[in-house]
């Protein structure tokens, strides 16, 4: 797939889950460019601001095969994977594959579960993979994990691990959408609109797991040159110097981060990456992999204040083309 052909497919995604979510494009954007570098998606956000909506409607624009978890305290590492049962018939023990094994999966509420049944996603999100019993089984190609959570519930929630959150490339926060929006979301559901039944939304399909497996192929193709890696090394080193940061990102953010620029350079037909695209996607692919001090949480400072104080440091190249 060349370059042109992938900012006009990405264009007409965008298109399609714009008509069922209304003023989240950035959201949308966002999503869709780091499914295409080959992420995984944490969203998060206070109930009813469409995050399963917006998941639900990628599905069916895409045509994956889409399954959901419903995460919850007594929810089994089981659940997720899947196991053996002992079949009479044959004698023996069968695998029965758990919900994870689908394109498009959506991990609703992943707080709500302790950190042992989050762990089960681990191998799935980084090896495209899962180990049961010591064999090993492929999980479909493209394999993508949405997830959610509420910030501000904390009561049978359970935080993330460190680990795990890195395993996402971003981290999104949906916002209550303004007046004007708002009445249009109300205008859709007065002309008929209902969540439950996207397929009467008149949203088409775009691409298949196919295509997008060759969106992805086709950003081996947008160039990046010494300047641009410079500046991405110096963005996540300094988020390990900043004065309110104890722990800072890993390279999995750089490397996160180059992936998504070089998604977004795509997405705009270009064939190779700018500070902008860096700039643009930094706070989402960064967030999460910061560890705040103590004192600095206290002090009302938050991970985006962090990045936002290192892109306006850090020194930005004359040249990217």
């Known amino acids: 797939m060349n370059l042109s052909l992938f900012r006009d497919t990405f264009d007409r995604i965008r298109r399609e889950a714009g008509k069922v979510l209304l003023g989240q494009d950035e959201i949308i954007d966002t999503t869709l460019l780091a499914i295409l570098a080959g992420g995984h998606v944490l969203i998060e956000g206070v109930p009813g601001l469409g995050k399963t909506l917006l998941v639900r409607t990628l599905a069916h624009v895409f045509g994956a095969s889409f399954r959901r978890i419903q995460f919850t305290p007594d929810l089994m590492p089981s659940d997720v994977t899947g196991g053996n049962v002992f079949d009479q018939k044959e004698d023996r023990f069968v695998f029965h594959e758990g919900p994870v094994f689908t394109q498009l999966l959506l991990a609703d509420e992943i707080n709500r579960a302790p950190a042992k049944t989050q762990s089960a996603l681990l191998e799935a999100m980084q090896d495209l993979a899962v180990t049961t019993d010591g064999v ?107 004065r309110a940061v104890y722990l800072g990102s890993s390279p999995r953010g750089s490397i996160g981060l180059l992936g998504s620029a070089r998604a977004r350079a795509a997405s705009e037909g270009r064939d190779f990456v700018t500070p902008d695209d860096v700039k643009a996607l930094a706070p989402a692919v960064l967030r999460h992999r910061l560890i705040l001090h103590p004192d600095a949480e206290i002090e009302g400072t938050s991970a985006d204040d962090c990045v936002e104080d290192i892109l306006r440091e850090a020194k930005v190249p004359r040249t990217a083309a």
């Open 136 to 242: 090993t089984r492929p999980l479909p190609e493209p394999f993508l994990v949405i997830a959610t959570q509420n910030p501000v519930e904390s009561q049978g929630t359970y935080p993330l691990p460190e680990a795990q959150l890195d395993r996402f490339l971003v981290k999104l926060h949906v916002r209550y959408p303004g007046p004007a929006v708002e009445k249009q979301i109300l205008r859709h559901h007065v002309d008929g609109f209902s969540a439950a039944k996207l397929d009467r939304a008149g949203i088409e399909r775009i691409a298949s797991a196919d295509e997008i497996l060759a969106m992805r192929a086709a950003l081996g193709a947008v160039r990046v040159d010494d300047g641009i890696l410079e500046y991405i090394t110096d963005i996540v080193a300094r988020t390990r110097a900043h």
